[in-house]
Structure formats: C-alpha cells, structure tokens
C-alpha cells in the first residue's frame, strides 16, 4: 500500500432540500502512482443511486463498459494514477466529503491542460497566445504551479464580446486569459473525477464520451420504445446568468472539502468582465466560455433538476415517463397529461427555490408520440406540434415502406438560414480571393454541416441547404467581373470539385444506441 486514507465523521452539510443522510469526510494524502485504496468502514458499493444504465433501464453495456471514464477536458491517458483513486473513491461512497485535492494539480496536469486548449482561440485581457506562452511552456507552468499551491494566483477579469444567436439575439461570451483557461482544465479533470460518479444516465452535456447524437439517439429509442403521449420541452431562462453563487458553493460542498479548490471557483466566479474599458464584477452565474463552467452547470442541474426527477419519476409516475437533458435543454416525455401538467407545475416551483426560472415562451407541453395525429385529428387540432432539440425539428412521421409511426427529424430551419446569412457575409468579404481558396474554405463548412446533420432523414433538408449555398456562390462568382462570364457548366465542375458528397454518416438512433449501451450491433 503506497498511502492512506484517513475517514472522519463530520457534521451533516445538508444544505436546503437536496441531499438526505448524514456525509463524511475523507482525507485524501494517497501517493500520486499509488494504484490502491483502502477506505476503512467503506459503504456498499450497491448504495445511494442506480448507475447510468439502471436509471435509464438498459442492461450494463458489454467490453469495456465498465472502465473508468476518461477525462473530458484531457487525452485519455491524461487520468494520473490519483485521479483514478479519486474517482474510485467518489465511486465507492455517495456522501465521502474529498478535504484534500489541491496536490493532484501538478505541474503535468497543468502541462496537459495547456496542449488540450484551442490553438487558435482568441487572446484574453492580457494579450497572450497560445503560441506564445508555449515559448518557454516549462518555466511557465512551474510558476503558474506555484502560484497556485501558494495561493498567490489571481484570476484575471474575461474580455466580453457577443455572437449573433439564429433568433437574432446575442449570446455573451467571456475570454478568458490562457493562464486562467489552463488552472480551470485541470480543476475541471479533478471535479469530473468526483462528479461523473454521481451523475445520472439522462445527463449528456459536457461529458466525456457522450456527445449531441448520444443525447438525440436516447430521446428518440426513448419515444419509440415507451408509451409517450406528451413532451414537454423544457427551457430555462438565462441558466448560465441565472446560476447562484451561493448555491453553486453550497452544491460543492457535498462532495469537495478542500478550501483551495472553493476559493478558487469562487475567483473566476466573482472576478467578473471587461467590456468597453469597464470593469464588471460578477454577482451571479457562470461566465459562458469559461473552462469550468460547463461542469459547474451539471453540478447545478444534477441537485437541481437530475435527482428530483429520478426521484419524481420513482415515486409519482404511474404511467411511462422519459428524461433526456443536454447541459440546459431537456426533453421530458410522460404517457398521461395529468402527470405531464402536475410535473410541469411541481418544476416551475423547484426552478423557484433555486433562483431559476423557466422560459415562458420556450418551455411547451405539446401532444406528441405514435397517437398524436388521431388525437389530434379527432378534437379538430390538425397535425401534430413539433419541438426542437439539439439543432434538430423533431415531428411526427409514418414509414413510407411499413406506415408504422417513427420520428422525423430534420434542420431548424432558422438556424439554416442564420449559417446562410453568414455564408453570404463571408463570400462577400473573400469575392476576389483565388477561386480555390473559397473553394476549399465552402467544403470545410459543408463537411462540418454534414458531420452533425447527415442523418437518416434529413435529406431534404441538406438538399435544401446545399443548394442555397451553390446559388450564393455562384451570385458571389458572378459579380467578380462585369466582363468575365461563368458558363453553367464550368460552375458544375467547380461544384463538384469542392462540395463534398451528401450522404448519410450517421446510423439509425436505435443500433447506435443499443450497440452503445447493451454491446448489441445488428451490423456486427
């Protein structure tokens, strides 16, 4: 054994209508490569919540199914041998309190938080690059380590600036500086360490392998297989801005005890923003851009929202009732409207005591599932409503080769027109660049377009959008010279050398989702 573990009692830090039961407190001083942990009067592994596959009723999935989880933030050989403790640690015990974390911030870690940020991202407050920080990288991190373990390091205020959403409002974005973005990665590897142990199986946002499609796949095998006759489509307003301070703390609290690691989200939550030569201190929320903020929202949602509705759906639904949440958005089906409009109301309360809101022009309960066009046809209501979700318009639909009812899926269409306007934008400003210079930047977008819309489906709606695009460049062509001519055919050929092929890159949601979470391909 290269360590120990030493567990106390400790007060319960039950803080408002959260958690139940007492918590304990474990005080982590285990050797960096110590690959062993012994924790004295340790809880069953069987207590406190099911696991991901048992909340959403699946089987445990085959392989390696049941290996830890890389990190979200790092490569996956990036978990060091004490973040693979911490996490089986959090693993073994729902309420161990974690009093000593800040250690697992090594200088590698902070190494590999660096290399795993973007390139060519914009320069904070302070100007630095990512190119030119990484000059003398090592001299660098070792001060910033220090710094750190010191607690002499201090969060620099983000740059604000906005992005055009596709309702033609804006989003606020906050730039961090590179020294912030690289100290937030490596907290983040050691929160997701702890939390991605708790978390639910209907939780797919930000973490590490699930993705978008993995979100979609469940919301649509969810649809399908279960009795669902309402969707409510949930927003909540502002949640990044809206995000308590003081909750956020009390939150962390439940599983992290080390005072460096609180004082530090408590920096870059209070140290705020610089627009316009002003400085702004933050009150409330997460800064959107921010590193760590991604985790900090799940964290929010999963005593907030996740164990609430695990709970509700134990104890008050009679009927099926489905869950699928990706960061902020979430998709609840029920089979019975009673349940569907008493959860709707108990939801707006919980929102309440939290300091949340939601939307009321976006959250929607509408009829939706295999019986809604009778239904609806029956009271007179025409088709069936449709709801968005992850880029996607889903409606209801019948198979053209059996009838049988399945979902259809295709592109917002505002989101389209939005990128539209963009591209449109864009081949203005590079009209007299060299022909293969654009050519190449329209079949880098378009093979991003396909990469997350290819799927089955949606067709026409990338049919749709191809073809826009080929007519804005063909105008953008055409106005490059009053005297040069662009025959139709010479057009074409420029068509077919840079617009990628349209084909489906996507499997059905249904093999997808069951060779993921039941090891079961019909395509093996």
């Not at 008493?342 to 022009?361: G, I, T, V």
């Amino acid at each position: 054994m290269h360590g120990t573990w030493e567990v106390s009692s400790a007060p319960d830090r039950q803080s408002g209508p959260v958690l139940e039961g007492n918590s304990r407190t474990m005080n982590m001083h285990a050797d960096e490569n110590s690959d062993e942990v012994i924790v004295p009067g340790k809880r069953s592994n069987k207590e406190g919540l099911p696991s991901a596959e048992a909340v959403e009723g699946r089987t445990s999935p085959k392989g390696n199914g049941g290996e830890t989880a890389a990190v979200r933030t790092l490569r996956r050989d990036a978990a060091s041998n004490g973040l693979i403790a911490v996490r089986r640690a959090a693993r073994q015990s729902k309420s161990v309190r974690f009093t000593a974390l800040l250690h697992h911030i090594t200088t590698d870690l902070l190494e590999q938080s660096y290399l795993s940020l973007e390139r060519n991202s914009a320069p904070g407050v302070d100007g630095v690059t990512w190119q030119a920080y990484g000059e003398n990288l090592e001299e660098r991190l070792k001060n910033l380590h220090d710094r750190v373990h010191r607690g002499s390091y201090r969060a620099r205020p983000a740059r604000r600036t906005y992005i055009p959403k596709a309702d033609g409002s804006k989003r606020p974005l906050s730039i961090l500086c590179l020294e912030d973005k690289i100290v937030q990665q490596a907290v983040a590897a050691v929160l997701e360490a702890i939390y991605e142990e708790d978390f639910l199986g209907f939780s797919y946002g930000f973490r590490p392998e699930r993705g978008q499609h993995d979100a979609l796949d469940a919301l649509h095998v969810g649809i399908l297989r279960n009795r669902v006759n309402w969707v409510l489509d949930a927003d909540i307003r502002a949640f990044f801005d809206a995000m308590a301070h003081s909750w956020i703390i009390r939150f962390l609290e439940h599983r992290i005890a080390d005072k460096r690691i609180l004082r530090l989200i408590v920096k870059w939550l209070k140290v705020g923003f610089v627009e316009d030569g002003h400085r702004t201190s933050g009150v409330c929320g997460a800064p959107q851009g921010a590193v760590i903020s991604p985790i900090l929202a799940n964290i929010y949602l999963h005593y907030v929202f996740d164990l609430w509705v695990h709970r509700w759906r134990r104890t008050k639904a009679l009927g099926d009732m489905i869950v699928v949440r990706y960061a902020d958005d979430t998709i609840v089906g029920f089979q019975h409207e009673h349940e569907a409009r008493a959860f709707l109301d108990e939801l707006k309360e919980r929102m309440r005591q939290f300091e949340l809101a939601l939307h009321p022009d976006k959250t929607r309960l509408i009829r939706f599932g295999r019986h809604a066009a009778k239904q609806r046809e029956k009271l007179g209501e025409g088709k069936p409503e449709t709801f968005d979700f992850l880029g996607f318009t889903h409606f209801c639909t019948r198979s053209r080769k059996w009838g049988s009812f399945v979902i259809g899926r295709k592109t917002i269409k505002k989101r389209m027109r939005a990128k539209l306007l963009a591209i449109k934008m864009e081949l203005r400003k590079t009209m007299h660049d060299p022909i293969a210079k654009t050519g190449g930047w329209l079949k880098q977008m378009l093979q991003g377009h396909l990469n997350y819309f290819a799927v089955s489906g949606n067709d026409p709606s990338i049919w749709w959008f191809f073809d826009k695009v080929k007519r804005l460049w063909l105008a953008s062509l055409k106005r490059r010279s009053q005297t040069a001519r662009l025959t139709w055919e010479k057009f074409i050929r420029l068509v077919d050398r840079f617009f990628p092929p349209i084909r489906r890159l996507h499997p059905l949601p249904c093999h997808r989702f069951d060779a993921k979470t039941q090891g079961r391909s019909p395509v093996r």
